[in-house]
């Protein structure tokens, strides 16, 4: 079971610009900082969209606060936890943004970047934005080499499969004209979303590109939560939502109405302007 509850304001109202959906689990130590660091971003019209996958560490506490003090923030409680791609799902389902971006509660990803990535779309230049960690950014701290060479060879084996040609498919950072993700209705498990947003939304018409990022990687001591089964479940996805997916009518009917959202957006080039003097030209 699960609620959700969200302020009577403009954001609730489906006027927002941006969604940021943050999927929670026991990060007690980081999601306060995260949280300020979202809200700070230089967008009026912003909505943050917090997802308790049954945190047990306090979590959920500072949510309920953060959500009290700023009426920016929606919240889903799931009272089990179900994993981040369950969180995620919960999360687009209900958010009301132009752009939805991912945004995890650790600090290996720095919020002050967002901007940078959901500019092209804002502006009209792309449907897709991902976050690269292998673009020329920095790495703050050691990043382990099984986690290194894992996303290397998961990403490998994507591009194979897929029409885009990206450097970090495993990239948290993952920001979307709000069609592909909302006509999306995810079947993976875990962190298995990266790998079935990427394969199903590349068959789309979609415009793609990547950004760079820096990265903060912390281990497993420090809460990191990814597993090595994690990686042969990636493995097996990218077989099945590329190979086998592809002919469900499921998928056909999400092609069919992405492809369709998308075309019917305007071009806006005085819109396209005026966000470009808001968010300050950060790119």
Known sequence: MSYAFSPSSSVAEGLSLLSVIVPVYNEAA???????????????????????????????????????????????CLEINAGKTAAVNRGVAIASGQVIIIQDADLEYNPSEIPNLVAPILQGEADVVYGSRFLGRSTRGPWPLRHYWGNRLITLL???????????????????????????????????????????????????????????????????????????????????????????????QYVTSVNAALSELPVDSDQAAMIAAELGEVR
Do not use: H
Request: aromatic residues 10%; hydrophobic residues 45%.
């Open 30 to 76: 980081t999601l306060e900082i995260v949280l300020k660091r979202v809200l700070s971003l230089p967008l009026a019209n912003l909505e943050v969209v917090v997802v308790d996958d049954g945190s047990t560490d306090g979590s959920s506490a500072i949510i309920a606060d953060a959500a009290r003090a700023d009426q920016r923030i929606r919240v889903i």
């Open 158 to 252: 994507s591009n194979r499969l897929t029409r885009w040609r990206i450097s970090d498919v495993e990239t948290c950072y993952k920001a979307f004209r709000a069609p592909v993700l909302k006509e999306l209705d995810l079947t993976s498990r875990r962190f298995g979303m990266e790998i079935e947003i990427t394969a199903l939304a590349s068959m789309t018409t979609a415009r793609f590109i990547e950004s760079p990022i820096s990265y903060s990687p912390r281990s497993k001591a420090n809460g990191k939560k990814i597993r090595f089964t994690d990686g042969l479940w990636a493995i097996y996805y990218i077989v099945y939502y590329n190979a086998v997916a592809c002919w469900l009518s499921r998928t056909r």
